[in-house]
């Protein structure tokens, strides 16, 4: 049986069928394999966290979530994305369930493109994001060391080697320098 003749995949199926030690998604009802990513990917990856996370936990700002964390964002068929790193905001939390994906957009997504991402795979995850209702997402190109800053009213900004990624008011008081995600 092709791919094309199989029923499209759901959030709950994925939880149970995703292959061991494999990075997957769900988009429109197919799911997406992907190898894990590179040490590197995972160094910059750790490193914003860490620093996102000491600013959001210290002023109790709300939740930060990992590296292929999945967020379910639509159905019928459904989108199960999982960001490099998330966040949600404080009185939004109470949507995170004990089990499963929640059925929310976090309020931040960061997506660190790896060597082999296509371009139109990445802006196919921006739309998607954007239409689930992120407020804020920075796509990372770690090559360039720049970032695209995408905002939910539709305005984008480009952050160079030596610009900083700023939490606006999504992250309140949340700025570091993009290079230290690199360091």
């Known amino acids: 049986m092709s791919s094309a003749a199989l029923p499209p995949m759901t959030a709950d199926e994925l939880l149970v069928q995703s292959p061991r030690h494999k990075s997957t998604e769900v988009v429109r ?31 109790t700002l709300g939740v930060v979530c990992a590296q292929d964390t999945g967020f379910h964002l639509f159905t019928d068929p459904d989108t199960v994305r999982a960001p490099d790193v998330a966040f949600i905001r404080a009185e939004r939390a109470a949507v995170i369930p004990p089990t499963g994906y929640g059925r929310t957009a976090p309020d931040l997504a960061v997506e660190i ?20 209702g992120v407020s804020l997402l920075w796509v990372i190109e770690p090559k360039r060391v720049t970032a695209k800053v995408y905002r939910g009213d539709g305005s984008i900004a480009l952050v160079s080697s030596t610009g900083d990624l700023d939490g606006e008011d999504v992250v309140p008081g949340f700025r570091c320098a993009l290079a230290d995600v690199f360091t």
């Open 113 to 132: 493109l790896s060597p082999g991402d296509r371009r139109g795979d990445v802006l196919a995850k921006v739309e998607d994001w954007l239409k689930a």
């Open 29 to 59: 009802g197919r799911m997406l394999v992907r190898e894990p990513p590179s040490l590197f990917h995972g160094v910059a990856s750790a490193r914003l966290l860490y620093l996102l996370a000491h600013h959001v936990y210290a002023r």
